[in-house]
């Protein structure tokens, strides 16, 4: 297939572009190469990236409707997966624009390119911030989702509102996907992990919010790649049965789901920071703080129609999956890249 991949120069995008090429597919990445984190980062990724056959790049702004669709009229795509987004709850407190810039124009003009280039498949990342204040847990897919907490989860949620009306209008195949806390190798420097293993080596003090009464359910980034590959070939259908009567937020009569993609192990914050430390052989200075707005103490996903339907169920566990992130991070970082990292080859050793 020929699949367009958007922020194909950011953790998840750029992962799951090296899955699809290596399956033998063609991918199209767009990227802005903006800089609310390490553009040296993005360029690093994409030039791994750029040296395989089956690639090709696009510096686009999804939010430049001519650009997007120019991209559109130039080629045929089979499926999209929209991973350009504004991330980060706690910047949207600081910068709001940026979150309506990306994440509602961008994403309609992203739709309206779908619908006129005749895409057989719109797959797009939401969040698991859209459950917002529901204290149900773990989350489920079939639950509602009216009361979001910050505006970054109120964007991915109108993500799948607007997404639903084209599924709807026009027929365009559309599959959502809530994200639980994913890390990984190359992932964001914004994320937890990366601050906590940096800060760690750096002998600095890390911030823990909520004085470490947090539950998180950590995604391994293998394992969301997985579930998006099994979802980009699965086009949305109408869900059998559906009815109005008693309408179903995950399904619809028209092409439209919703999947929660997350590791159902729900990990407490304290002890995710204890197996880096172990990993890392220092103890962390912990600098504990109240929640920041806009947070949630606790987030489990519900993964039992990725199952039913998939057949597949997230399983690496944190172990697994931070001795990977900090074998690839002290690489990295030993390799020259960014001083700012510069400690990480200092402090530990072989690794």
């Not at 994409?46 to 510096?59: C, N, S, T, V």
């Not at 504004?86 to 940026?98: F, I, M, N, T, Y």
């Not at 149900?136 to 970054?152: I, K, M, N, T, W």
Request: hydrophobic residues 40%; charged residues 20%; glycine residues 10%.
């Amino acid at each position: 297939m020929h699949i367009l991949i958007t922020g194909a120069a950011g953790f998840i995008g750029s992962t799951l572009a090296h899955r699809l090429l290596a399956r033998g597919d063609t991918v199209t990445g767009v990227d802005n190469l903006n800089d609310y984190y390490s553009v040296e980062l993005k360029k690093a990724r994409l030039a791994r990236l750029e040296a395989q056959p089956g690639f090709r790049f696009r510096r686009l702004d999804i939010a430049d409707r001519k650009a997007v669709a120019e991209l559109f009229a130039a080629d045929h795509y089979d499926a999209v997966m929209n991973l350009a987004a504004q991330a980060g709850v706690r910047h949207s407190l600081k910068d709001p624009h940026a979150y309506v810039d990306a994440n509602i124009v961008g994403f309609v003009n992203l739709l309206e390119g779908a619908r006129h280039g005749g895409v057989g498949h719109f797959v797009y990342a939401s969040s698991s911030s859209v459950y917002g204040s529901n204290s149900r847990q773990p989350f489920s897919e079939h639950d509602g989702v009216a009361h979001p907490v910050s505006l970054y989860a109120a964007s991915k949620r109108a993500n799948e509102l607007m997404a639903h009306s084209y599924a709807h209008l026009f027929r365009l195949p559309c599959t959502g996907l809530r994200f639980f806390t994913v890390y990984g190798p190359w992932g964001r420097p914004d994320m937890a992990l990366f601050l906590f293993t940096k800060g760690i080596l750096e002998g600095t003090p890390i911030k823990v919010f909520n004085h470490g009464r947090m539950v998180r359910d950590f995604t391994y980034i293998d394992d969301i790649v997985e579930g998006v590959v099994r979802v980009i070939d699965r086009p949305a259908r109408p869900a059998d049965g559906w009815s109005p009567a008693a309408p179903d937020p995950a399904t619809s009569d028209a092409p439209f789901r919703l999947y929660n993609i997350g590791n159902n192990q729900p990990v407490e914050l304290m002890h995710y920071i204890q197996v880096l430390e172990e990993r890392l052989g220092r103890k962390a200075r912990i600098e504990m703080l109240p929640m920041q707005p806009g947070d949630v103490p606790s987030t489990v996903a519900n993964v039992d129609d990725l199952a039913a339907d998939l057949g597949f169920k997230p399983a690496t566990s944190v172990e697994t999956g931070i001795d990977r992130f900090v074998e690839w991070y002290v690489g990295y970082y030993k390799d020259g890249h960014e001083a700012s990292g510069s400690a990480a080859s200092r402090a530990v050793g072989a690794g």
